[in-house]
C-alpha cells in the first residue's frame, strides 16, 4: 500500500494523476459559495444574483478532478441539500465570519450536516470567509461557535489516522484569493 501511494502521489505532484470527486458547496445564502466557485473556474470576481436552486461546474484544482455543486443558502432551498448527499465526496461548507449575528444560524445547518448519517466519513473542509472585512471574526471565535475547538486535524495525510470524519477549518477570502487554496489541499488527501 505504501509504494502505490508513493507512486500516486508522485504521479500527482507531476501533473500525471488526478483525483476524482463530487463535492457540495453548502452554506448560508451571502457566504460566498458562487462567488468561490466562479474564481475557481476563471479566475474573475463577479456581481452574481443569489443562488436559487444549484449550479454545476466540472473543475480541475491542482491535482482534484471535481464536480462541483453550488446549492443555494436561502432557507427554502437549504431544505433540498439532502436530495445531493448520495454519492458525495467531499464538503465546502463557507460561512461569512463577519457575519455574527448568523453564526448561530450557520451553526444549526452545519449540525444538521454532521448528524446526517449518510455523511458520516464525509470530509467537510469548512471556510471562514470574507476575513478582509473590518472586524470578521477569528479562527478561534469560529471555531467555539462551531463547536471545532479540538479538531484541528491538519498535518493528518490519510482517512485511517482520523478517528471519525475528516473536519477542518481553514480562514480565507475569496475575494482577495487568499486562504481557500489550503481548504482544498487539505480536502484533496481524502478524495481517492
Known amino acids: 500500500m505504501f509504494i502505490f501511494d508513493f507512486f500516486k502521489n508522485m504521479l500527482g505532484y507531476l501533473g500525471l494523476y ?6 457540495l458547496f453548502l452554506g448560508l445564502d451571502n457566504a460566498g459559495k458562487t462567488t468561490l466557485l466562479r474564481r475557481l473556474k476563471d479566475g474573475r470576481l463577479v456581481q452574481h444574483d443569489p443562488t436559487l436552486g444549484s449550479h454545476t461546474e466540472e473543475l480541475v484544482l491542482g491535482n482534484i478532478r471535481f ?8 432557507e427554502a432551498v437549504r431544505k433540498t441539500w439532502k436530495n445531493y448527499f448520495a454519492s458525495i465526496d467531499g464538503i465546502v461548507y463557507l460561512v461569512d465570519s463577519s457575519d455574527r449575528a448568523r453564526f448561530e444560524e450557520s451553526r444549526i445547518e452545519f449540525n444538521k450536516i454532521i448528524q446526517t448519517k449518510e455523511l458520516e466519513k464525509v470530509p467537510i473542509v469548512i471556510l471562514g470567509n470574507k476575513i478582509d472585512i473590518q472586524g470578521a471574526a477569528s479562527e478561534d471565535e469560529l471555531r467555539i461557535n ?47
Open 18 to 23: 488526478k483525483k476524482n470527486g463530487k463535492i
Open 146 to 192: 462551531f463547536g471545532l475547538a479540538n479538531t484541528s486535524q491538519i498535518g493528518i495525510e490519510k482517512i485511517s489516522e482520523i478517528d471519525g470524519r475528516p473536519i477542518e477549518l481553514f480562514m480565507c477570502s475569496v475575494s482577495k484569493k487568499i486562504g481557500y487554496a489550503d481548504g482544498f489541499q487539505w480536502l484533496s488527501k481524502f478524495l481517492k
Open 67 to 74: 464536480k462541483a455543486f453550488d446549492l443555494g443558502g436561502h
